[in-house]
C-alpha cells in the first residue's frame, strides 16, 4: 500500500472525478472537514471519519469548508504514489495551465480514468 498525507487550503475544488482501475483508496481525516462523493452517495467528512473508495467506483473529494484540512489517503495495493511523483513533474508554475495531454497520459499509464472537470 501507500501512505500518503494531503492538506488542502478552504475553498478547494480538489482533483476531478476519477475511478482506480486497480487501487482502493481510503481517506482518513485528521484535521478540519472534506465532502467525498463516492458512487452515487455524498460524504461530509470531519476529524476521525473514514471514506472508503473501491476500486472501479467514482470518486472524488473537495473542501467547501472556510478552514484548510488534512488527511492520510491510503492507496491500497502500492504503486499508484508513481503516478502522484510523475504528475508532480509537470504540475503548472504560477498562473500556467496544466498540459491535460501530459497529465492525461500518465493517468493511463496507471491504470486512473478521469470522468469529470
Do not use: W
Not at 504540475?91 to 491535460?100: S, T, W
Request: aromatic share 6%; charged share 25%.
Amino acid at each position: 500500500y501507500a501512505l500518503l498525507e494531503i492538506e488542502t487550503v478552504a475553498g478547494a475544488g480538489g482533483p476531478p472525478a476519477h475511478m482506480h482501475e486497480r487501487e482502493d483508496e481510503a481517506c482518513y481525516i485528521l484535521e478540519g472537514e472534506l465532502t467525498f462523493k463516492i458512487g452515487d452517495r455524498t460524504l461530509r467528512a470531519s476529524a476521525g471519519t473514514f471514506p472508503f473508495a473501491p476500486r472501479g467506483i467514482v470518486h472524488k473529494f473537495s473542501n467547501p469548508s472556510s478552514k484548510p484540512a488534512k488527511a492520510l489517503v491510503i492507496v491500497s495495493p502500492g504503486g499508484f504514489e508513481k503516478a502522484l511523483e510523475e504528475m508532480a513533474q509537470i504540475a503548472p508554475r504560477g498562473d500556467q495551465p496544466p498540459d491535460l495531454e501530459k497529465m492525461l497520459a500518465i493517468a493511463e499509464k496507471y491504470g486512473l480514468k478521469i470522468v469529470g472537470p
